[in-house]
């Protein structure tokens, strides 16, 4: 498979990953932290915030991986 075509796969998959993780992290917060401290939420927001690139990370190396070059005489 090609470089443009796993970036195109990747970028893809990336955007459905944010949009999941976004609805998942807004969802589990409207149930569970809706009587928690402020800074509590706000904590919770800032690690879920950051949390999805760690599910994010093998994706794009996965999509940044050169291209196997064949080496036939």
């Known amino acids: 498979m090609g470089i443009r ?3 195109l796969i ?3 998959a990336l955007l459905c990953l ?3 993780w976004a ?3 807004m969802a589990f917060a409207q149930f569970a932290l809706h009587s928690a401290n402020e800074i509590v939420v706000a ?3 800032v690690v879920a915030g950051i949390g999805w690139v760690l599910p994010a990370m093998p994706l794009v ?3 940044l ?3 196997k070059t064949s080496t036939s005489p």
């Open 61 to 63: 190396s996965w999509m």
């Open 43 to 45: 904590l919770y927001y």
């Open 10 to 12: 990747g970028t893809v």
């Open 23 to 25: 609805l998942l992290a």
């Open 18 to 20: 944010i949009t999941l």
């Open 65 to 67: 991986r050169p291209d």
């Open 5 to 7: 075509t796993r970036k």
